[in-house]
């Protein structure tokens, strides 16, 4: 039931990053919007669970996306690692913290990506067209970021409520 949510979760989050968002006209430079579900699964979720959906993750958007592949697959993986060493240390059920969190992994997904697309020679991008996208993808990750996770987390919860609901109501007496 778990990899039910997740994939549901995940494929959401795709095609509306894929679809959807570049759609909108006020929406310039949102941030990656499966980061949010890699976040949660690296701090919440055990590492058989989280680790092979977030690399079907990566290899999905790597093949919807038209960068380099790998790109994706890598900047998951990496970030995975990190928000899962960030929440051993710190409390990350503590929402401010999963913003910090979801910010660090912003602000490092882009600078992977603009070191990578940059030394491929696929696009040059100044600093301040960099600063600018960053701190735009941050100010959205400060809007919707919350809201991602706790929708998350909220969904999680309740298949694992009616999960055990199951169990029990078919159990014999």
Known sequence: MN????ITCGLFMVICQTTVIPRLA???YLFDLVLPV???LAAFRPLREALPFTVFLGVL????SGGPFGLYLTSYVWLFIAARAAATVVRAEN???????LIGAVATQNALFFAIL???GLGYFSGSFALRVVTEQIGWVLLVGP?????IRAAHRYSSKRARRTTIGSAPN
């Not at 958007?61 to 919807?64: C, E, H």
């Not at 929402?95 to 969190?101: A, G």
């Not at 809201?147 to 929708?151: K, M, Q, R, V």
Request: aromatic letters at 24%.
């Open 3 to 6: 990899y039910f949510i997740y």
């Open 26 to 28: 006020f929406v310039g």
């Open 38 to 40: 890699v976040i949660y």
């Open 61 to 64: 958007m790597d093949n919807l």
């Open 95 to 101: 929402p401010i913290m999963i913003v910090l969190i």
């Open 118 to 120: 940059g030394a491929s």
């Open 147 to 151: 809201f991602l996770a706790w929708g």
